[in-house]
C-alpha cells in the first residue's frame, strides 16, 4: 500500500519533470527557429560561392555548361545543396530534352523550396537560369556580376535578420518555456 506521503513525493517528480520537458520543448522551439535564420545565410553565401565558381570556370576553361558543372561537382565531396544542385541539372540535361534554364530553375525549386531561404532568395537564384548558356561570355559575365551584387543584398538582409529575429526566437522560446512552467505550477 502507497502511503500519501510517499504518493504525493511522486506526483511532485512527474509534475516537475513535465515542467521541465516543457521548458526544454519551448527552448528547444526558440533555438530551431534562430537556427532557420542562420541557415539562411549559410545557403545564400554557399550559392554565391557556387556562382562564383561557375563564372570563374566559364571565364578561363570557356566549356560547355555541362562539362563546368561535372567538374564542380566532382570536386565536391560534400553534399551541400550546391553540388545537389549541379548534380540534379548535369542527370536532367543528360536525360530529358530541355534547355539550361528550365533545367536550372527546376532544380533551384526542387532543391531550395523547403529551405529557410525566402521566395524573393529563390526568384533572385533562378535568374541565373535566364543567361546561363543564353547570352556571349561578356554579357553572361554582366549577370553574373548583377546577380552576385543582388545576393550580397540578400546576404546583408539574412545578416540582419539573425540579430533581429534570431535573438529573439531565441529568447522567445526561453520565456515561453518559463510562462507555460510558471502556469503549471
Known sequence: MIRPLEQSGRCCVVKLLGLLMAFAACTTIGFYKASEIKRRRILLVDFKELLIHISTEMSYFKEPLPQIFERLAGEASDNKERTILLRECLST??????NIA????TAVEHIYNDSSLTREDISIMKKCGDFL??????????HFSLLNMQLDRQVEEAEESIKTKGRMYGKMGISVGLVVAIVFI
Open 93 to 98: 540535361y543528360s536525360l530529358e530534352n530541355m
Open 102 to 105: 528550365e533545367i536550372w530553375k
Open 133 to 142: 548558356g543564353q547570352s556571349d561570355f561578356s554579357r553572361q559575365q554582366e
